[in-house]
């Protein structure tokens, strides 16, 4: 399903900056901002996909892995709108969890989205306004079995994402999380497949009865509808919108 655009926004002359948008939420968002007529910086891991989303929006690439901190303070420290996006997931119980993936997970997903905010904070305050949008996920208010680096990192996220509200509030500058279910990304069909393998079952079987089993409407959120609200969050009546944590997840955490 394609999302409508609903959102009245314009972010002519206004810069953003979106991590991991070379795929998934990342690269909807990169292009619903571009659309506003933001200049979309692109910073993804993957350097062909980077560059293929700047051409794709008119934007500019910026090829980095995330989980080297010091290449994180290199970015562009100009920017008015933040989206902390990027992430990876790895399931595994605790007692066999590998303590590297633990702590790469911790500074691709809590440590550079605070380096970033730090980085771009002096512009925003500068300029008196300023949006940051961080794209945590319905594991950062609750928690599922097997995600504990996951859970942990986008846990940080909400704190930091309220931090942020506080000391920004009197900069112009916002700052709030999204909280998605499962959304139809390259991330969900990796699980999708896995499951579908480990359980011998189909993956529609695996959809409906594994991830949706928690949410009220059985459907997959799409990307795009993940940038609508990301948008939302930079319009005008946003304004007064900060510290918040917005689920998009089918009512999973309504429970
Ligand atoms: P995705 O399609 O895999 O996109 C994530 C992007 O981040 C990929 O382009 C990935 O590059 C990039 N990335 C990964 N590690 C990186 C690193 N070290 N440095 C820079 N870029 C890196 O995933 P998605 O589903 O859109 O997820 C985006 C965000 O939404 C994540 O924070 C995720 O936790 C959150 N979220 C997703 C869902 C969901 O159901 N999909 C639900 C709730 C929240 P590679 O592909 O090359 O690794």
């Not at 980095?64 to 996006?85: C, F, I, K, T």
């Not at 900069?171 to 393998?197: E, M, W, Y």
């Not at 930079?234 to 089918?250: H, N, Q, V, Y």
Request: aromatic share 4%.
């Amino acid at each position: 399903m394609t999302t409508a655009r609903v959102v009245d926004l314009d972010l002519t002359g206004r810069t953003a900056l979106v991590t991991g948008a070379g795929s998934g939420i990342g690269r909807a968002c990169a292009e619903r901002l571009a659309a506003a007529g933001a200049d979309v910086m692109v910073v993804d891991i993957d350097e062909r996909a980077a560059k293929e989303v700047a051409a794709a929006t008119g934007g500019r690439a910026f090829p980095a892995d995330l989980s080297d901190l010091d290449r994180v303070d290199e970015l562009p420290a100009q920017v008015d709108v933040l989206v902390n996006n990027a992430g990876l997931q790895v399931v595994a119980p605790l007692t066999e969890f590998p303590p590297d993936k633990f702590s790469l997970i911790q500074r691709v997903m809590a440590e550079a989205p605070f380096r970033l905010v730090k980085l771009v904070l002096p512009h925003m305050y500068q300029r008196g306004w300023g949006r940051i949008v961080n794209i945590s996920s319905v594991h950062g208010l609750v928690a599922s079995p097997y995600k504990a680096a996951y859970v942990s990192a986008k846990h940080a996220m909400e704190g930091l994402s309220k931090v942020t509200a506080l000391e920004g509030a009197a900069h112009g500058v916002t700052s709030n999380c999204i909280n998605p279910g499962f959304v139809r990304t390259p991330l969900v069909d990796k699980q999708i497949a896995d499951q579908a393998a480990v359980h011998g079952i189909g993956e529609s079987e695996v959809i409906g009865r594994i991830l949706l089993a928690r949410a009220a409407i059985k459907e997959l959120v799409d990307p795009a509808d993940v940038a609508e609200l990301a948008a939302y969050l930079c319009t005008p009546p946003a304004r007064l919108i900060t510290g918040s944590s917005i689920t998009i997840d089918c009512g999973w955490t309504a429970h």
